[in-house]
């Protein structure tokens, strides 16, 4: 592999991971004690396929409103630019297990959602590009290798 890089994903062999999994990306200790955490939740095999941006863009709209009914240590969640997964920062908690239950609980409450919050103008810089539908087939297919998501790298 090339030189070691300043970003942590740009150093992971993205050839060898299997999607979905969930993986602690990175640890960060702050000067006051505090520690980030910071998730990988890849939900597409990268360079094989992506999500489509309304679906992603309601996904991120959903989770983000979501997860926090479930966890009061949430930073953000945001998603990849490569369009395969999102970040979820959370400060000051490192059970990994209870992460995953956090994930599992928010996708399930994606799939009841009857429509994506702040989806308007006011609320979003590109209200017009949404798909509840297209969430809720992210969620779906997410939740199905819920058994899984702790399996980073093929056997």
């Known amino acids: 592999m090339a ?15 299997k999607a979905p999994y969930v993986r602690l990306a990175g640890v960060t200790k702050g000067e006051s004690g505090d520690v980030i955490h910071k998730y990988d939740l890849r939900f597409k095999q990268p360079n094989k396929e992506h999500m ?10 959903l989770m983000a409103e979501k997860i926090r009914n479930h966890h009061d240590n949430i930073v953000d969640i945001g998603p ?4 395969t997964g999102f970040y979820l920062t ?13 994930i599992e609980k928010t996708l399930n409450d994606v799939l009841e959602a009857d429509a994506v919050p702040a989806c308007n ?5 590109w209200a017009a590009s949404h798909s509840l539908e297209g969430a809720k087939k992210l969620a779906e297919e997410m939740l199905k290798k819920r058994s899984s998501w702790d399996k980073v790298f093929e056997a």
């Open 3 to 17: 030189e070691k890089m300043n970003v942590e994903s740009f150093n992971l062999d993205h050839t060898k991971v």
């Open 80 to 83: 990849m630019g490569c369009q």
């Open 121 to 125: 103008e006011v609320q979003c810089g």
């Open 90 to 102: 959370v400060l000051n908690h490192d059970n990994y297990e209870a992460i995953l239950d956090t």
């Open 52 to 61: 489509e941006m309304p679906a992603l863009h309601s996904l991120e709209h």
